[in-house]
């Protein structure tokens, strides 16, 4: 690397891992420490060009970038007035703890969830996990939900963060465009949305559901649906909580679908119908 190979002189490059200018992106595969040190220190880290350019498009504003020479004429118009490091391969991985197959990443700064009030008033369909921990499933979800229209998510306080590395990659960056927020006591708080006007569906592969093939909503009824984790389900407390019990039917001898999938197949049926 160096000028002479056509380096822009405002690329910045790194040569020493313990580079403090890098301290945003060490220990990625950590998942402990990262999702401890992310959200209090008011960012995330986004993977790959086209991750990065769906941050940029939705408002994000970055901290930071770092690529590989590889990736600087697709990336570095990202950069905005943020500082743009460029390294080598080598030195990604030693800093990050992996080969970083995508070659640029970047610290984005987190913005201030959105109130809850105002996020129910501006939708009419959306999606309610309970404890769904894994970034996987999350970023499924999110894509899922930007893909089939729904306006919305509410996380109660247990799930996985959607702005974590994982579930970012997963929803292609889509988790970007579906303004979601936390709802806090859980599952106390839920009688908002009732007060909102939301009937509340549990999603739900329990024998006492409706079929969701016949689940017809009133006109211009808003929907709220809910979501358990893979394992439990919902919990008796938010079962408890719901107006409607709600079922995709099982073909014989399969107990039920990984989250993402039974959320993708409501969201589709709830956002096609009224
Ligand atoms: C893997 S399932 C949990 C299965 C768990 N044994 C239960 O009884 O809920 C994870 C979540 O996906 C949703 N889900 C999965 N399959 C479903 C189905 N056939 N009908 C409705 N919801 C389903 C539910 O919200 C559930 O909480």
Redesign the pocket.
């Known amino acids: 690397m160096g000028h002479h190979r056509g380096v822009p002189p405002d690329v910045i490059e790194i040569t020493d891992p313990a580079d403090p200018r890098l301290a945003d992106y060490s220990a990625l595969t950590d998942v402990d420490l990262r999702t401890k040190f992310e959200p209090p220190a008011g960012l995330f880290i986004a993977e790959g060009e086209l991750v990065i350019r769906r941050a940029v498009e939705a408002g994000y504003r970055l901290r930071s970038l770092l690529l590989s020479e590889k990736w600087l004429p697709g990336v570095a118009a990202l950069a905005g007035d943020a500082p743009l490091y460029l390294a080598s391969v080598e030195l990604l991985e030693q800093v990050t703890g992996f080969h970083v197959h995508r070659g640029a990443l970047a610290s984005v700064r987190r913005r201030p969830l959105p109130d809850l009030d105002g996020l129910l008033a501006a939708s009419r369909r959306i999606a309610v996990l309970?404890h769904v921990n894994t970034h996987t499933n999350v970023g499924a979800i999110f894509r899922g939900a930007a893909g089939l229209g729904m306006d919305a998510v509410v996380l109660s306080p247990s799930c996985a963060d959607p702005l974590y590395r994982r579930a970012v990659r997963v929803s292609m960056g889509e988790v970007f465009k579906v303004p979601y927020t936390r709802l806090e006591p859980w599952p106390r708080g839920l009688a908002r949305l009732r007060e909102a006007g939301y009937r509340l569906l549990?999603?739900?592969?329990?024998v006492d559901?409706v079929p969701?093939p016949e689940f017809r909503p009133a006109p211009g009824e808003r929907l709220a649906l809910?979501?358990?984790?893979?394992?439990?389900?919902?919990s008796p407390a938010a079962l408890a909580a719901a107006d409607t019990r709600?079922?995709?039917?099982?073909a014989a001898g399969v107990?039920?679908?990984?989250?993402a999938?039974?959320?993708a197949v409501?969201f589709y049926a709830v956002t096609s119908a009224g």
């Not at 549990?202 to 329990?206: D, F, M």
């Not at 709600?246 to 099982?250: E, K, L, S």
């Open positions: 309970e549990a999603l739900t592969p329990g559901a969701l809910l979501l358990g984790a893979e394992g439990p389900g919902l709600v079922c995709i039917p099982m107990d039920s679908l990984n989250v999938a039974a959320a409501a």
